[in-house]
């Protein structure tokens, strides 16, 4: 039994895979911890419903540190000893500039596609380290 975390979980291929993951048996995947930053999109809030405590909905800001701490200690009390098998580091954007020669959200791109998912698995390392997987997929 394997237990994934799944950042960017609210909507797109984030949804996705928890929702695939959500359909396999528990002999196969014992939980999804399906991380959003803001509001449970409906879409993730059938699939929670649905899979009877099988998926777990976890609040987590990537960009922000005290939130991913809190988030981390969600993740240790549900895992309830067990460690976390795979990471998937979904979260992040790429929004368009107003030109090359600006590229006036370069920071805010790198901050979440770069440095968020350093501090994010940073942050779940120890809890990595006690799964039998220990898998980190970034995309």
Same mark, same amino acid.
């Given at each position: 039994?394997?237990?994934?975390?799944?950042?960017?979980?609210?909507?797109?291929?984030?949804?996705?895979?928890?929702?695939?993951?959500?359909?396999?048996?528990?002999?196969?995947?014992?939980?999804?911890?399906?991380?959003?930053?803001? =509001?449970? !999109?409906? $879409? #993730?809030?059938?699939?929670? *419903?649905?899979?009877?405590?099988?998926? %777990?909905?976890?609040?987590?800001?990537?960009?922000?540190?005290?939130?991913?701490?809190?988030?981390?200690?969600?993740?240790?009390?549900k895992l309830a000893g067990r460690g976390l098998d795979v990471l998937i580091?979904?979260?992040?954007?790429?929004?368009? =500039?107003? !030109?090359? $020669? #600006?590229?006036?959200?370069? *920071?805010?791109?790198?901050?979440?596609? %770069?440095?968020?998912?350093?501090?994010i698995t940073s942050a779940l390392l120890p809890l990595l380290r006690e799964?039998?997987?220990?898998?980190?997929?970034?995309?």
């Amino acid at each position: 039994m394997s237990s994934y975390l799944v950042t960017g979980a609210g909507r797109g291929l984030g949804l996705q895979f928890v929702q695939l993951l959500s359909k396999r048996p528990m002999s196969e995947v014992s939980i999804v911890l399906a991380t959003v930053r803001g =509001s449970i !999109s409906k $879409e #993730l809030q059938q699939v929670a *419903r649905e899979s009877q405590g099988h998926v %777990v909905v976890v609040h987590l800001v990537p960009t922000d540190a005290n939130s991913i701490a809190r988030a981390v200690e969600v993740v240790k009390q549900k895992l309830a000893g067990r460690g976390l098998d795979v990471l998937i580091n979904n979260a992040g954007m790429m929004e368009a =500039s107003e !030109s090359v $020669e #600006l590229m006036n959200n370069l *920071r805010r791109t790198l901050e979440l596609n %770069v440095e968020s998912v350093h501090n994010i698995t940073s942050a779940l390392l120890p809890l990595l380290r006690e799964g039998t997987q220990k898998k980190v997929l970034n995309l």
